[in-house]
């Protein structure tokens, strides 16, 4: 029997974060899809990327193509579970506040999630997915808790911010800070990573709005400012962006060699060709990095003209290029019950 997706929650008390800043405690949201939380089911993770949330799938769930029964993920299958990042207001806008949750970084979140999911009772995943910085998240997990997981999928992502993403992220910090229309502007400007050259073209081709006079192309920007103002904090956004910042998987652990040495899970890349934010070249080396530490690596590219929005948009070839990963042999190869037993604290 399956659950009807909605809002929970759960509590982590005592949390040191990384950087060495103490919560007593923090309220983790999350929303559950599919099979219930059981022995006998399967669980994949989805982590949200910079503005999305943990309604990853129904009717309103930014992921609902692949995300469903008989998708590729199929929920009469899985246990799905997808946290919000905390901070970014979803719940609760009060809950957005840049300066309680900017001692955190992309690691914390790693750790806040897997120790969540230990208190409801997992204690291993199938696989964790997640696009942009989700997937971020999901290279953490792999490295936090090299046991807990068995396969990642980082999708239009990597496990460090390269300078470009940096750059782009320190730009988008000044637009916050001082423009007047903070949210709006920021992300028109965001919006030019996020899409290509190709994707914009094929949609607008210099067409003019005949209502305002604009080109077709400048309405669209002006309209994902006013939405993203709409439905986002400033604090919100700010947070998301420094958290997008502290991605390094390396970090305090000699490097990422070591860490692709010490790697138990299976990792399997997803990058696009067009994407101008996670650039494919930057996945690749990350892929021939991984051969040489003898990980178990594939990489996948998605072939799209739209650039790291990608993700967002070819469904079907996403859903391809990773039937294998969630095929029902793929479940009953590695999903034994024994093992199963040995993923639940709850299990004698």
């Known amino acids: 029997m399956q659950i009807n997706s909605k809002l929970l929650f759960v509590q982590l008390n005592d949390f040191h974060a990384h950087g060495g800043h103490y919560y007593p405690e923090l309220r983790l949201s999350y929303e559950l899809f599919g ?5 006998k089911n399967p669980v994949v993770l989805v982590c949200h990327a910079l503005t999305g949330n943990s309604t990853v799938s129904g009717s309103k769930g930014w992921w609902n193509s692949l ?3 008989d998708k590729l993920i199929p929920t009469e299958r899985f246990t ?7 901070g970014n207001g979803y719940h609760n806008a ?10 955190l970084n992309v690691r914390d979140l790693a750790t806040l999630f897997v120790l969540a999911l230990q208190q409801l009772g997992v204690h291993q995943l199938f696989a964790a997915i997640g696009g942009s910085l989700g997937g971020g998240i999901c290279w953490e997990i792999a490295a936090t808790f090299p046991a807990f997981v068995r396969t990642i999928i980082p999708v239009a992502s990597d496990w460090k911010a390269s300078d470009w993403v940096l750059a782009h992220n320190i730009a988008q910090q000044q637009i916050l ?12 400007m965001a919006m030019l990573f996020y899409r290509s050259p190709a994707s914009l073209k094929l949609k607008f081709n210099r067409s003019v709005n005949q209502g305002s006079s604009l080109y077709q192309v400048e309405s669209w920007l002006l309209h994902h400012g006013d939405k993203l103002n709409e ?16 991605l390094d998987v390396g970090s305090g652990r000699g490097g990422f060699e070591k860490v692709a040495a010490m790697l138990k899970a299976k990792v ?3 990058a696009i060709d067009s994407d101008l934010f996670f650039v494919a070249d930057e996945i690749r080396e990350t892929a021939s990095m991984l051969e040489a530490a003898k990980c178990a690596v594939s990489y ?3 072939v799209s003209v739209h650039g790291h929005d990608g993700f967002l948009i070819e469904f079907e070839q996403l859903s391809l290029l990773l039937q294998d990963v969630f095929s029902g042999e793929s479940v009953a190869a590695c999903w034994t019950e024994s093992e199963i037993c040995r993923t639940f604290q709850h299990c004698n």
Request: aromatic share 10%; charged share 20%; glycine share 2%.
């Open 94 to 103: 009060a809950e957005a506040n840049y300066e309680h949750y900017r001692h």
């Open 35 to 39: 099979l219930p939380l059981s022995i």
């Open 80 to 86: 799905v579970v997808a946290f919000n990042i905390p």
């Open 231 to 246: 439905r986002f904090t400033l604090d919100a956004y700010l947070l998301m962006n420094h958290y997008l910042s502290t």
């Open 177 to 188: 800070l001082h423009s007047t229309k903070p949210l709006h502007d920021a992300r028109m």
């Open 67 to 69: 995300i469903g029964k």
């Open 268 to 270: 399997v890349l997803v």
């Open 300 to 302: 996948k590219e998605i």
